[in-house]
């Protein structure tokens, strides 16, 4: 069974700060995702990324990939309240399967 | 654009009662559909995965079943509900050509 471990489990932090959430699994993915969700609400798609070592840019959000495909994290620069939310991850099964695997999710809190 | 409902957005059920819930989606055609569940601020649960009409994976070995009776149309459910059923439900498709997956708004089940 694959799993994918995110740290932190919880982050509050001021508005304006930088923070990094981090997403590790021993197992290799073709793909991995990341996803915010809203309470009471579905998770929506933030970014696909594909290739080890990939970088991708989404506004003040920048995710990356690890160079093995084990690992990705996403970075905020400059915090804003709107990004207060659950922040999953999740990796396509190497097989290509369309499967995912979900990661244990960050719940990030921006203090205005 | 493609959409994705779910009803009933809440629900309150006894132990022991039987459940039916719904999941369409409009706008596209033979998407792969997805059954998860997800305790409070935490990562999702895969219970079923759909390809087609009639044909139904499942993940977990639970009290809870899956149906696809027509292309856009996934329906969980079960015929005795325990207290364990608890959860926030949520149904996804994809287009089948790639690991992304769209969630619906969700169904939140309490069993008393």
């Known amino acids: 069974t694959q799993l994918l471990e995110q740290s932190p489990q919880f982050l509050s932090i001021q508005e304006g700060e930088n923070l990094t959430v981090y997403c590790n699994s021993s197992s290799v993915f073709s793909s991995l995702q990341w996803y915010r969700q809203e309470p009471g609400e579905g998770p929506v798609l933030l970014v696909t990324?594909?290739?080890?070592?990939e970088v991708k840019k989404l506004k003040r959000l920048t995710f990356q990939f690890g160079d093995a495909r084990k690992d990705s994290s996403l970075h905020i620069t400059a915090a804003q309240p709107g990004d207060t939310g659950l922040y999953l991850c999740a990796g396509e099964d190497i097989v290509g399967n369309e499967k995912l695997t979900f990661g244990t999710g960050t719940r990030l809190t921006i203090i205005p | 654009s493609q959409t994705i409902h779910q009803w009933p957005a809440t629900l309150v059920q006894p132990v022991g009662s039987p459940l039916s819930l719904e999941c369409t989606v409009e706008?596209?055609?033979?998407?792969?559909l997805y059954w998860y569940r997800q305790a409070a601020g935490r990562g999702l649960q895969l219970l079923f995965y759909?390809?087609?009409?009639?044909?139904i994976s499942s993940e977990v070995p639970q009290n809870l079943s899956a149906s696809r009776p027509q292309d856009r149309q996934f329906i969980l459910s079960s015929k005795k509900l325990l207290l364990s059923d608890s959860g926030f439900y949520l149904c996804?498709?994809?287009?089948?050509?790639?690991?992304?997956?769209?969630f619906g708004p969700g169904t939140r089940l309490t069993v008393t």
């Open positions: 759909s390809v087609g009409i009639g044909q």
């Open positions: 990324v594909v290739t080890g070592g």
């Open positions: 706008g596209t055609s033979n998407p792969n």
């Open positions: 996804a498709w994809s287009p089948g050509q790639g690991p992304e997956q769209y």
